[in-house]
T-cell receptor, first 115, second 113 residues
Framework: AQSVTQPDIHITVSEGASLELRCNYSYGATPYLFWYVQSPGQGLQLLLKYFSGDTLVQGIKGFEAEFKRSQSSFNLRKPSVHWSDAAEYFC?????????????FGKGTTLSVSS | DGGITQSPKYLFRKEGQNVTLSCEQNLNHDAMYWYRQDPGQGLRLIYYSQIVNDFQKGDIAEGYSVSREKKESFPLTVTSAQKNPTAFYLCASARGGSGNTIYFGEGSWLTVV
């Protein structure tokens, strides 16, 4: 069965420091992968997505993610974190088969930014 | 403006009552979805619809019902059979086809007392 694992429940990073959020997926074929961000009590905003091609994808707000098939990973990175990046981050994989675009989400990683 | 509108934002209901959450989109998307979010659980799929007058159960459909009579609308009814209905509910939509980006509404908080 398809699944997404985000190993880190909560991460604290100093403002200006680099960030890496981990994501591992389980899917036999080439996956469609997504990272979303959620501010408290709000909907989800798409940061970036990987469908095919270049394994390093650029997103909004200075984020990037690298798809590594050999490791079944799609880690999110940012070189310098800003206080406004504090939020919850979700990795997701598109379901195969009849579900079409429906996504399977990881349980999320909460990012705190310290000054 | 184009987008997904969920209403109401906050809803309180007594146990045993059915409640309907509204979701409307003007993005001309074929597919629509309902997810439930609980703290520490991520998002779990309740129902989805890829075309008008058709919908399928997701992973946690028990105690919920939906309809898709219009392309723009996908209301979710939380019935009294749902054992633990207090949660944050997110509606989403996407163009038809595999792998397209899903866009989310702002969510509805349901509290059952």
């Amino acid at each position: 069965a398809q699944s997404v694992t985000q190993p880190d429940i909560h991460i604290t990073v100093s403002e200006g420091a680099s960030l890496e959020l981990r994501c591992n997926y389980s899917y036999g074929a080439t996956p469609y992968l997504f990272w979303y961000v959620q501010s408290p009590g709000q909907g989800l905003q798409l940061l970036l997505k990987y469908f095919s091609g270049d394994t390093l994808v650029q997103g909004i707000k200075g984020f990037e993610a690298e798809f590594k098939r050999s490791q079944s990973s799609f880690n999110l990175r940012k070189p310098s974190v800003h206080w406004s990046d504090a939020a919850e981050y979700f990795c997701a994989v598109a379901r195969g088969g009849q579900a079409g675009t429906a996504l399977i989400f990881g349980k999320g990683t909460t990012l705190s930014v310290s000054s | 403006d184009g987008g997904i509108t969920q209403s109401p934002k906050y809803l309180f209901r007594k146990e045993g009552q059915n409640v309907t959450l509204s979701c409307e989109q003007n993005l001309n998307h074929d597919a629509m979805y309902w997810y439930r979010q609980d703290p520490g659980q991520g998002l779990r799929l309740i129902y989805y619809s890829q075309i008008v007058n058709d919908f399928q159960k997701g992973d946690i459909a028990e105690g919920y019902s939906v309809s898709r009579e219009k392309k723009e609308s996908f209301p979710l009814t939380v019935t009294s059979a749902q054992k633990n209905p207090t949660a944050f509910y997110l509606c989403a939509s996407a163009r038809g086809g595999s792998g397209n980006t899903i866009y989310f509404g702002e969510g509805s908080w349901l509290t059952v007392v």
